[in-house]
């Protein structure tokens, strides 16, 4: 197995060092079959922000994948969605994302309370080893990208992850156009 990586990267087995990814994505990673195709790779936590890291590790924006949480409220019932598109787009959050939550207003989620529910740091959020019920959308653009660069739950390291696998997260629902 050859584990996916870019030059300026050292990339290790996922599955093997949960020391560098979140508690509940190294709990994911544990229990899912994708996992073993999955790299991590130590980063400069200073630089884990998506543009600066593509700029210091020289990383195309498009192997980018930002993963951010919305939801909206119908009759009393709050629905979650992580959206994760590719870094040099933006989540359609106000039509696409609102339609297909259902909802009047669909908003981001407030920092303090995406990174005390996902257990995960600010700027590390990742969609694999979310909460449950938690819907996981994800822009059908990444699906091409050979290698895509997603946050591990911590700000100091990054998943590498074969872009045809996030479809395969469980829970994902591939989604065209979700990135502009």
């Known amino acids: 197995m050859t584990l996916p990586s870019f030059p300026t990267l050292t990339s290790l087995p996922a599955v093997d060092?949960?020391?560098?990814?979140?508690?509940?994505?190294?709990?994911?990673?544990?229990?899912?079959?994708?996992?073993?195709?999955?790299?991590?790779v130590d980063i400069?936590?200073?630089?884990?922000?998506?543009?600066?890291?593509?700029e210091a590790y020289d990383i195309p924006m498009?192997?980018?994948?930002?993963?951010?949480v919305v939801s909206g409220a119908r009759a009393g019932d709050e629905r979650v969605a992580a959206c994760v598109v590719r870094a040099d787009t933006r989540a359609d959050v106000n039509t696409l994302v609102r339609k297909m939550l259902d909802v009047r207003k669909a908003s981001?989620?407030?920092?303090?309370?995406?990174?005390a529910e996902t257990a995960m740091e600010y700027g590390g959020i990742t969609p694999i080893g979310?909460?449950?019920?938690?819907?996981?959308?994800?822009?059908?653009?990444?699906?091409?990208e050979?290698?895509?660069?997603?946050?591990?739950?911590?700000?100091?390291?990054k998943l590498l992850v074969p872009g045809r696998?996030?479809?395969?997260?469980?829970?994902?629902?591939?989604?065209?156009?979700?990135?502009?």
Do not use: K, Q, Y
């Open 62 to 68: 498009t192997a980018g994948g930002n993963c951010v």
């Open 165 to 180: 696998l996030l479809a395969d997260l469980p829970g994902a629902e591939v989604v065209p156009g979700l990135g502009r």
């Open 130 to 144: 979310l909460p449950d019920g938690w819907r996981i959308l994800v822009h059908d653009a990444l699906l091409d």
């Open 17 to 40: 060092r949960p020391d560098l990814v979140a508690p509940p994505v190294a709990a994911a990673l544990a229990t899912w079959p994708g996992a073993a195709d999955i790299a991590v």
């Open 44 to 54: 400069d936590p200073d630089l884990a922000d998506t543009a600066a890291m593509s």
């Open 108 to 115: 981001f989620l407030p920092m303090e309370r995406a990174v």
């Open 146 to 157: 050979p290698v895509v660069v997603i946050g591990s739950g911590v700000r100091r390291s």
